[in-house]
């Protein structure tokens, strides 16, 4: 029988796969928020967090869901055309850090490609209580594209190539 966990609303609230992790349900975590986060709405990814989940975004700090809700809000009306992908690096119990790039324009039609690192810390119903993300971005031509729109279905749930240059 799977586990059930309650929220503070008397509500379950499960964002499974749950920790601990294996390679197995870490690689399905990092696809998970990978889909969610490249639909670029900020109510459904914020649902993958605590009420109280902690953030650490470049030089922000954002707390809650509702200051998560915001913070997408405002990043996705600068960031156009928004493209994203994670791969996992490492895991351990209720821990996961991944690499990622995503590739965007602004409002002048500038293109950016983004490298980064994420650590995950996650609570014992699978919602992120923690995330840390450090983040470079590099000005692109858009012919240096290389991430378009989400996955292909034949590329779901598998390492990513994310090459440095």
Same mark, same amino acid.
Request: with cysteine; hydrophobic share 35%; charged share 30%.
């Given at each position: 029988?799977?586990?059930?966990?309650?929220?503070?609303?008397?509500?379950?609230?499960?964002?499974?796969?749950?920790?601990?992790?294996?390679?197995?349900?870490?690689?399905?975590?990092?696809?998970a928020?990978? =889909?969610?986060?490249?639909?670029?709405?900020?109510?459904? +990814?914020?649902?993958?967090?605590?009420?109280?989940? +902690?953030?650490?975004?470049?030089?922000?700090?954002?707390?809650?869901? &509702?200051?998560?809700?915001?913070?997408?809000?405002?990043?996705?009306?600068?960031?156009?055309?928004?493209?994203?992908?994670?791969?996992l690096?490492?895991?351990?119990?209720?821990?996961? &850090? +991944?690499?990622?790039?995503?590739?965007?324009?602004? @409002?002048? @039609?500038q293109?950016?490609?983004?490298?980064?690192?994420e650590?995950?810390?996650?609570?014992?119903?699978?919602?992120?209580?923690?995330?840390?993300?450090?983040?470079?971005?590099?000005?692109?031509?858009?012919?240096?594209?290389?991430?378009? @729109?989400?996955?292909g279905? =034949?590329?779901? @749930?598998?390492?990513?190539?994310?090459?440095?240059?």
């Open positions: 029988m799977p586990r059930r966990f309650v929220g503070p609303s008397g509500m379950t609230e499960a964002r499974p796969p749950i920790p601990p992790y294996d390679l197995d349900t870490a690689r399905q975590k990092v696809q928020a990978e =889909d969610a986060w490249n639909t670029c709405d900020p109510h459904r +990814v914020s649902l993958a967090y605590t009420v109280d989940s +902690v953030w650490r975004n470049r030089d922000q700090f954002v707390t809650g869901r &509702a200051a998560i809700v915001e913070f997408l809000t405002a990043k996705w009306e600068r960031e156009r055309s928004y493209a994203l992908r994670k791969s690096w490492s895991y351990t119990g209720n821990r996961i &850090a +991944v690499r990622f790039q995503y590739e965007c324009h602004d @409002g002048s @039609g293109w950016w490609r983004s490298y980064g690192n650590l995950w810390e996650f609570d014992d119903n699978g919602l992120m209580r923690r995330r840390e993300a450090s983040i470079n971005d590099v000005r692109i031509e858009e012919a240096e594209r290389r991430i378009f @729109g989400p996955r279905d =034949d590329e779901r @749930g598998a390492d990513v190539e994310l090459p440095l240059c």
